[in-house]
């Protein structure tokens, strides 16, 4: 049974815990494997009910594994940055808006990476018609 500290947890905090034992373990686990990896307490129906969840959303994917499942994440940490970045600015009706104060509100030291991936150093792209 788990004990009502780890009820009161916010869902977003359980979700990590569950990815992270997912990334961690490199293979699909089962509910039961998940609960044991997490070794936090939580009963093996709240950790179904996470995954279920995440598995709605697309962040997981399930594979069967006799009368149950096991389940995978289907990106990397930094894919799921990038898919949750996409996800607030699809709920924004000023997309426009959106980026640019994200690009206002970023250090020097990130808008100069960002600034490197919009515009690769032209001398490593070959010439337009040449080969």
Known sequence: MSSDKDERRPAGELEASVLAALWAAGVPLTP????SELDSGLARTTVTTILSRLH???IVGRERLGRGYAYFPVQDPHGLTARRMHTELDRDDDRETALARFVAQLSPD????????LEPDLGARP?????
């Open 56 to 58: 709605e959303k697309g």
């Open 32 to 35: 039961g494997r998940v609960q």
């Open 110 to 117: 990130d808008e100069r990476l960002l600034r490197d991936l």
């Open 127 to 131: 010439e337009p018609g040449g080969e």
